[in-house]
């Protein structure tokens, strides 16, 4: 299994408060990201990184911040939760450039976050 | 934009019958690559199978097997001999390089129940 970490993987926190959810790779993979998933919607993708530093936005970036200053570290911050993020978040990381490989993306194992 | 259409929120199948379930795309990529997942209740997201835009043949992976017409810009997955243990969510899902990097998009998915 890949070694994918993310903290906390429960969390219960009031609107306007921050939070941040850590992810902890220890694979060196050159790509993380960020997906929350909801009924109906599958999984969408917030943020994700292709590099120290190198982050671009996803498909529903707005309220999310993300940072990633090691490879195998990549927070997502919430600055002033609201109820629509009560969510189950999921991290996974790829590696494209794999010989033989085909990118498939390694998840965590969630982190469920509801926000009162 | 690239797109994944999953039209199947849920399907029943009997216990060791096959079962199709639907995925079709959209992108102006050239080159990409297409995936299913498998999420039990448990919660995890199980790679299963990939295709690449330029194989030749379908790929397959034990009792998985994905029926991909490009010209229809289809990748159904097609599970033969449905186990109990086969009752999950099946999510679709493309990697494009636009832009450069790369990053997955996923569909809805398809929740399969599979009877005794």
């Known amino acids: 299994d890949a070694g994918i970490t993310q903290s906390p993987r429960h969390k219960v926190t009031e609107t306007g408060t921050p939070v941040t959810l850590r992810c902890h790779q220890t694979e060196n993979h050159r790509y993380m990201y960020w997906y929350r998933q909801d009924p109906g919607h599958g999984l969408r993708l917030i943020h994700y990184?292709?590099?120290?530093?190198?982050?671009d936005k996803g498909e529903v970036s707005d309220g999310y911040s993300v940072s990633r200053s090691k490879t195998e570290d990549f927070l997502l911050t919430l600055e002033s939760a609201t109820s629509s993020q009560t969510s189950v978040y999921f991290c996974?990381?790829?590696?494209?450039?794999?010989?033989?490989?085909?990118?498939?993306?390694?998840f965590g194992e969630g982190s469920r976050l509801t926000v009162l | 934009a690239q797109k994944i259409t999953q039209t199947q929120p849920g399907m029943f199948v009997q216990e060791k019958e096959a079962v199709t379930l639907d995925c079709t795309y959209d992108t102006s990529d050239p080159s990409y690559g297409l995936f299913w997942y498998k999420q039990p209740s448990s919660g995890e997201m199980i790679f299963l199978i990939y295709q690449g835009s330029y194989d030749q043949q379908n790929a397959t992976e034990g009792r998985y097997s994905l029926n991909f017409q490009k010209a229809r810009k289809s990748a159904n997955l097609v599970i033969s001999a449905s186990q109990l243990g086969d009752s999950a969510m099946y999510f679709c899902?493309?990697?494009?390089?636009?832009?450069?990097?790369?990053?997955?998009?996923f569909g809805k998915g398809t929740k399969l129940t599979v009877n005794p």
């Open positions: 996974a990381i790829s590696e494209p450039g794999l010989a033989g490989g085909t990118g498939e993306l390694f």
């Open positions: 899902a493309m990697r494009g390089t636009q832009g450069g990097s790369e990053k997955l998009v």
């Open positions: 990184s292709y590099g120290v530093k190198d982050t």
